[in-house]
Nanobody
Framework: QVQLVESGGGLVQAGGSLRLSCAASERTFSPYAMAWFRQAPGKEREFVAAIRWSLGSTYYADSVKGRFTISRDNSKNTMFLQMNSLKPEDTAVYSC???????????????????WGQGTQVTVSS
């Protein structure tokens, strides 16, 4: 069973930056894709960004495009989310997710992900 552990959340002022990390426990980890989702209080979980693990192709929600960058270090089984120009509306619990070896779902679809981290809080003050 793959375990995902996020880190890097916290409190930051609007316009600031944070870098989230998501480390996978398995040494032979090779998902089809990994992604970040977020959920704000009283709102549905929403897609933030995804990356194809082998090819490195990336996908972003329109709301974060140009401000957030997703990346991965295959050798360390770790995914990152660099968040710049943060806005109060980015405040949410951010969770990382990993698919299995294959997926029939689009990278933005949460149903394509079998493994989830516990989440890390990101709070952006105005």
């Amino acid at each position: 069973q793959v375990q995902l552990v996020e880190s890097g959340g916290g409190l930051v002022q609007a316009g600031g930056s944070l870098r989230l990390s998501c480390a996978a426990s398995e040494r032979t980890f090779s998902p089809y894709a990994m992604a970040w989702f977020r959920q704000a209080p009283g709102k549905e979980r929403e897609f933030v960004a995804a990356i194809r693990w082998s090819l490195g192709s990336t996908y972003y929600a329109d709301s974060v495009k140009g401000r957030f960058t997703i990346s991965r270090d295959n050798s360390k089984n770790t995914m990152f989310l660099q968040m710049n120009s943060l806005k109060p509306e980015d405040t949410a619990v951010y969770s990382c997710a990993a698919s299995g070896l294959f997926s029939v779902y689009a990278a933005q679809n949460s149903r394509g992900y079998s493994y989830w981290g516990q989440g890390t809080q990101v709070t952006v003050s105005s």
